[in-house]
């Protein structure tokens, strides 16, 4: 928030994994929450496994998911 708020430039969020490739990203790129990455990238779904609990598993079905995971 800081870089932004002296530079004046976007910082965007990036989630991803190496096995996936990117899943989430912040387009905006001048919203600052913690905890928040952003929306699914075109063509990936997202779900969470059961997001009530304090430890979540993401699951992630995409063209770039590798096989196997």
Same mark, same amino acid.
């Given at each position: $928030?800081?870089?932004?708020?002296?530079?004046? /430039? !976007? *910082?965007?969020?990036?989630?991803?994994?190496?096995?996936?490739?990117?899943?989430?990203?912040?387009?905006?790129?001048? $919203?600052?929450?913690?905890?928040?990455?952003? /929306? !699914? *990238?075109?063509?990936?779904?997202?779900?969470?496994?059961?997001?009530?609990?304090?430890?979540?598993?993401?699951?992630?079905?995409?063209?770039?998911?590798?096989?196997?995971?």
């Amino acid at each position: $928030k800081s870089f932004f708020e002296k530079f004046r /430039q !976007p *910082i965007h969020s990036f989630y991803g994994a190496s096995e996936c490739g990117g899943i989430c990203y912040d387009r905006c790129g001048t $919203k600052f929450e913690d905890g928040l990455v952003g /929306q !699914p *990238i075109q063509g990936v779904d997202v779900e969470l496994i059961d997001p009530k609990e304090t430890a979540s598993q993401v699951r992630v079905r995409g063209a770039a998911v590798s096989d196997g995971y």
